[in-house]
């Protein structure tokens, strides 16, 4: 099976990929518990990356968000590099032709949420705020 490239999720996370690449990325995401974990991973390197770009610039603080870049950068490669499939494949969901309450509740458990609304074809994930996943909300 050929998983999704770096690339591919990064553009995915920024939103900059086109719908029709973003829906095959949500396919493919939604089969393979590998890409779906490198997907959670790039985008929580995104909400990091936002939360050092709202930090003040000062000289110590750029090397610091450098460092903490640097961390998170590290820590999504560690994660992909010995990321195993604990649970089969078979155990997660197919959310994206209707979203069920087992979709929202895996999404929680991986640390996202699961946005649905009238004017979106497939339902789309966002990164829950610490400490979300322990008090059910996003």
């Known amino acids: 099976m050929t998983h999704l490239s770096a690339q ?3 553009l995915y996370v920024i939103d900059a990929l086109p719908a029709e690449s973003a829906r095959a990325l949500e396919h493919h995401a939604s089969r393979c ?17 936002a939360e050092v770009a709202r930090q003040p610039r000062s000289p110590r603080r750029w090397r610091i968000a450098a460092a903490t870049v640097a961390a ?25 032709a209707a979203p069920t309450a087992a979709c929202e509740q895996f999404a929680r458990a991986h640390g996202l949420a699961l946005l649905t609304s009238r004017g979106l074809e497939i339902p789309r994930y966002e990164m829950l705020s610490p400490g979300a996943k322990e008090m059910g909300t996003p």
């Open 8 to 10: 591919q999720l990064e």
């Open 33 to 49: 518990a590998e890409c779906a974990a490198a997907l959670a991973a790039e985008a929580r390197l995104e909400v990091a990356l």
């Open 72 to 96: 998170a950068a590290a820590g999504v490669v560690a994660l992909i590099a010995t990321h195993r499939v604990t649970e089969p494949v078979a155990a997660s969901p197919s959310c994206l």
